[in-house]
Structure formats: C-alpha cells, structure tokens
C-alpha cells in the first residue's frame, strides 16, 4: 500500500464514527471485530493491512462492547516491536453502517462471529471468523501480546494464505 493511502486510511479509520468508513478509498474493506476493539481487532487489522493491504483492499476494526478507548498499551508495542507502525487508534462500537460498508466481516472468535450473526441476520453472508479463536490479552503483559499477534498473523495466513515474500515470523 502506498504512504498517501495508507495515511489517508489511517486518517479516516482513526475517526469512530461509522459513517467515517465511507471515505476510504477502497473496493474490499475486511473488518475485523472483537470485544472492546482496544487489543485482538485492531492488531488484526493492523496485519491485514501490512501484508494484504493495498489502494483497494483494506482492513478496519470494531468492537462488540466498545467505548472509545485507546489501543492498549501492550498491543501498540507489540505490533511496535513486529516491525508494524501501530495506529493511531480509538475503539468504537460495531453498527450496521460498517458491516453494510464491508466486504467481508471477520469475527476474532466463533462467539464474535455468532453475535454479530445473531444481531444482523441479514448480513449473514458476510460474517465469518478466524479460522481459530484468539484468546484475549487483555491485561496479559506484553509477552501475552506478543502471544496472541503470532496466533492472529498464523489465523490470518491460514485464512487469506501468506502473502509473498512474507517473514514468517514476528
């Protein structure tokens, strides 16, 4: 992805207004949701973005429970320490605007995926998870984090296969 659309994307996703994601420059729009959208959701987009990120294909973040918190503490210097620029982050809460904006719809557990499922029927279509549950680091210290961006970066490589010339580690 290049730095003006990367930046414009950060810019807009970073606003937790859903009607915010409309602006985004994209065709495919993945949103990843989570609990609180402040650990799991945003460290998945954040991979997205950095190994299948392009001009058209994008990932946001959202939460079941959100509140406008930040990005954890934790979380930030995982993705830090991973080479990966963390962003500039404030949760907000899953509406049917984002998941009508998405392409695809990506829960951090089977339970998220059946919530969201259960509250929107009629986007079934689009919902789905991680092809294995992320357990929550919430309050876990940052090996924890560390932990669980490794399971997310494998849930993401088994779910969209591994990009080329992608380090397999973190």
């Known amino acids: 992805m290049n ?3 990367l930046e414009t994307v950060k810019s807009t996703l970073d606003v937790p207004q859903a009607e915010q994601i409309g602006q985004i420059p994209a065709q495919e729009l993945y949103l990843f949701v989570c609990s609180g959208n402040t ?7 954040a991979l997205f973005n950095h190994y299948y990120g392009t001009d058209t294909r994008i990932a946001a973040s959202a939460g079941l429970f959100a509140d406008g918190s930040r990005m954890s503490e934790n979380a930030s210097l995982a993705l830090e320490q991973a080479g990966i620029t963390p962003p500039e982050h404030v949760s907000r809460p899953v509406s049917e605007a984002l998941i009508r904006q998405a392409t ?9 995926a059946d919530s969201l499922m ?5 986007f ?7 092809p294995a549950d992320i357990p929550d680091p919430f309050g876990g210290d940052l090996a924890v984090y560390q932990k669980c961006l490794e399971a997310i ?6 779910m ?3 990009p080329a010339g992608a380090d397999s580690t973190i």
Not at 104 to 112: D, K, N, R, S
């Open 3 to 5: 730095s003006n659309t």
């Open 39 to 45: 650990c799991r959701s945003p460290m998945a987009a």
């Open 104 to 112: 695809q719809v990506i829960g951090i557990t089977a339970a998220h």
């Open 118 to 122: 259960w509250s929107c029927p009629h």
């Open 124 to 130: 079934a279509s689009k919902i789905t998870k991680l």
């Open 153 to 158: 970066k494998s849930a993401l490589f088994d």
């Open 160 to 162: 969209f296969g591994p």
